[in-house]
């Protein structure tokens, strides 16, 4: 079950972040990808029950940045999703790719830091470790889309089950 709902995650970032760039890698002269920092926020929705009272699945939002390290494909990223009991709070490193222009995919990991054990946010109950993947498009000048999903790893408390949430959203770039 796991690997289906990562594998669906990977597939859905990647079409996500096509369809919000609105074109395809198709010209070697054109320049991939972006090097965009930006902070924006949006919406989030963890699809996952840990089995307990308390840790049902939960709709939010985020707040999410990224800033990219200098000649390199890595970037350090940082994530807020909160719901109404509590939020989990993300640093995260990430590799990215460039897919098309102005238009990256990436795959990260990190740590989730739930402010309140027990309570429920978008990404479980409890800290764990944590891997997203997504996409993010620069769609105008100082604008930037982007969508991910989350897997926190043992997540819930009294529980061995996973969490997983998906978030959407605008930023700007800096």
Do not use: C
Not at 3 to 26: D, I
Not at 79 to 104: K, R
Not at 110 to 120: K, M, N
């Amino acid at each position: 079950m796991k690997s289906v709902l990562f594998h669906s995650t990977v597939m859905l970032a990647t079409l996500s972040t096509l369809l919000f760039s609105g074109q395809f890698a198709h010209a070697q002269s054109v320049e991939k990808g972006t090097d965009a920092a930006y902070i924006g926020g949006g919406l989030s929705a963890g699809v996952t029950n840990g089995g307990q009272n308390g840790d049902a699945a939960n709709l939010g939002g985020n707040i999410q940045g990224r800033y990219q390290i200098e000649d390199t494909p890595v970037s350090v990223r940082g994530a807020i999703l909160f719901g109404e009991e509590t939020s989990a709070i993300m640093p995260m490193v990430s590799y990215d790719l460039p897919v098309a222009q102005n238009t990256n995919v990436y795959v990260g990991a990190g740590y989730s830091f739930v402010e309140a054990d027990g309570q429920p946010s978008p990404l479980g109950n409890r800290d764990s470790f944590m891997v997203t993947v997504g996409g993010e498009s620069q769609v105008a000048e100082n604008i930037v889309v982007y969508g991910d999903g989350k897997w926190g790893i043992n997540a819930y408390e009294n529980s061995s089950a996973d969490a997983l949430s998906f978030q959407a959203g605008v930023g700007y770039r800096f």
